[in-house]
């Protein structure tokens, strides 16, 4: 049985400021909580209800209700595990490789969808501005999938890592150069910046190419993609 103040912590984790303080994050859901258990990732405890098999036999079971699960879990429908895990020191950045770089991206499932196209697509690095948003958002966490334990995730200063840069930096404009007709680099850096706004002014002086995807539809009315469908068209493209 759940405490009151075992409810009040597990909900914290919810908010970056609590994962940062405790260096702890929630994962919700069988695929990914067994995805990050057979991960390097370190569990911290594990909530489950007595329905859940257990094919991986995960030791120190706390078994709750279904209605303390439905109290600390974010789906309108919680599915039988909720785990906390630690939160891996961050790898130092590389400069090599093909490299997406996030400029201020605000949604938790765009960035987690992001992380599984990196997967798939063989990026093993995701460099992130300092003001997109957690990786370890439980909604994040959830949209990856499980990919979170396969891309490497850094948080820096976007403008200082790009500045060293000794790779081709291409940036995501509407104004850019046909995808499909530009010369691409393999070992090279695609920024891809806010949902709104776009990629920011410091970082767009630092980019050396800019690209778009053309829009083919008649009439010509839609603004613009959303960031991670370009993501996915951007990285087949990179990657054919």
């Known amino acids: 049985m759940l405490s009151k103040n075992q409810v ?6 919810k908010k970056k400021k609590f994962r940062q303080a405790n260096q702890l994050f929630l994962a919700e859901g069988i695929k990914v909580v067994e995805e990050l258990f057979s991960s390097s990732f370190q569990l911290h405890k594990i909530y489950c209800t007595i329905t859940y098999q257990n094919p991986l036999k995960i030791t120190d079971l706390h078994i709750i209700t279904e209605k303390e699960l439905g109290m600390i879990s974010d789906f309108t429908n919680p599915n039988q595990v909720i785990a906390i895990f630690e ?11 093909l490299t997406i770089a996030l400029d201020g991206i605000n949604d938790p499932g765009n960035l987690g969808t992001i992380i599984r196209l990196c997967d798939w697509f063989g990026v093993t690095q995701l460099i992130c501005s300092e003001n997109t948003v957690d990786c370890f958002n439980p909604k994040v966490v959830q949209a990856s999938m499980g990919s979170l334990t396969r891309v490497a995730i850094s948080y820096v200063d976007l403008a200082d890592y790009l500045s060293k840069e000794s790779r081709v930096i291409y940036g995501t404009f509407l104004n850019g150069e046909n995808i499909y007709k530009t010369k691409r680099e393999a070992n090279s850096v695609i920024v891809l910046g806010n949902e709104a706004n776009g990629i920011s002014d410091s970082i767009k002086a630092l980019v050396q190419k800019k690209i778009t995807i053309p829009q083919f539809g008649e009439q010509q009315q839609t603004e613009s993609l959303n960031v991670a469908t370009a993501t996915a068209i951007f990285l087949s493209e990179f990657r054919r």
């Open 8 to 13: 009040k912590f597990i909900r914290s984790l």
């Open 87 to 97: 939160i891996p020191v961050q790898k130092e950045p590389q400069h090599k490789g």
